[in-house]
């Protein structure tokens, strides 16, 4: 058995060499969830509802000619959808990795809706196209943030809009220790570590910070939480599968299967009050516009 020190110092290592949980992972783990992704949408969609509506009528080009909409890691198309049931005039292009989720717009493409199958970092860098508006469901950490947001201001038209909402630090509390503790006490069946928790904004002040330092101007911005209570750790565990939050997780491990017992002893210990498992989604939202070419609107 790898001794602790020596278990952190492998992981430190792979982290510096970028041996971690990539692309290819989160897209499989999408390919994965694309059938029960619908239950995150189900209780989390209300908080998506309050970036998407904001961000469209803060546009300045509305009433003049269609707003350009570039909907960003659109998943299973919750955002596009919501665009085209407003009735506002679009042209909405929806971009995604996971091909399992883009099947689940099928609708929307009858609906002319330019349904894109590409890591979203490559599009912005291959598009010509200009948009009004950027918006980014629950897709933030995904991504090294200061290459997208510059890659977002290049994008958007002159005074154009991003609305994010996206997990920030705190959501999933005790998820992370419970994985790094799982991983040690089972080195010898990790593949790699994760760093997404780096990548998750902290708190309303924190993104805010990221898109002042990209030149965009806050226009609105908020925070907040979701609580889930299961009555057995496997209904927890499910939930985070199932819906995407722990998307990444499995690819960690070379045999998942073998350490979920591990997993769910520690849920059982962490995570229990009054008989039952809670989960905390804590997140924040913004609308930004985009402030020209001096970082000052226009
Ligand atoms: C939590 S889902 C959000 C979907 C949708 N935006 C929503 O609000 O319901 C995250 C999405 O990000 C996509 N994604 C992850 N990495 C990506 C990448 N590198 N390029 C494009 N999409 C990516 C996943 O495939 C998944 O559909």
């Known amino acids: 058995m790898i001794h602790k020190s020596r278990f952190y110092t492998k992981m430190i290592f792979k982290m510096l060499k970028k ?36 961000a469209i009528l803060s546009n300045e080009t509305a009433g003049q000619k269609p707003i350009r909409v570039l909907d960003f890691a659109c998943g299973t198309g919750y955002i ?17 990795i996971s091909e399992k989720m883009l099947e689940h ?101 924190g993104l805010e910070n990221w898109f002042r330092h990209h030149g965009f101007v806050a226009v609105e911005i908020d925070e907040g939480e979701a609580i889930f209570s299961f009555d057995t750790p496997e209904k927890l565990l499910a939930w985070l599968n199932e819906t995407g939050a722990l998307a990444g997780t499995m690819q ?22 009054d008989h039952q498992y809670e989960i905390n989604h804590n997140f924040v939202y913004g609308i930004f516009r985009n402030g020209g070419v001096n970082g000052e609107h226009t």
């Open 105 to 205: 717009c099928a609708d929307l493409s009858d609906q002319g809706v330019k349904l894109v199958h590409m890591d979203g970092i490559t599009f912005l860098n291959e598009t010509e196209e200009t948009f009004d508006v950027i918006l980014c469901g629950w897709a933030l950490p995904y991504f090294p943030h200061k290459v997208l947001l510059k890659k977002f201001r290049e994008r958007l038209a002159d005074g154009g809009i991003v609305g994010v909402i996206a997990n920030r630090t705190g959501t999933l509390h005790k998820m992370e220790e419970i994985f790094l503790r799982v991983m040690a006490k089972n080195p010898e069946n990790v593949r790699k570590p994760m760093d997404i928790s780096l990548q998750l904004p902290k708190g309303r002040e």
């Open 252 to 273: 960690i491990f070379n045999n998942y299967e073998k350490v979920k017992g591990d997993i769910l002893r520690e849920i059982e210990k962490e995570k229990c009050r």
């Open 80 to 96: 596009s959808r919501k665009i085209v049931g407003m009735g506002v005039p679009c042209e909405i292009t929806a971009v995604d």
């Open 19 to 54: 041996e971690v949980v990539n692309q290819e992972d989160y897209k499989a783990s999408y390919n994965e969830v694309a059938n029960t992704y619908q239950d995150w949408i189900e209780q989390m969609g209300k908080f998506t509802d309050q970036m998407i509506m904001p």
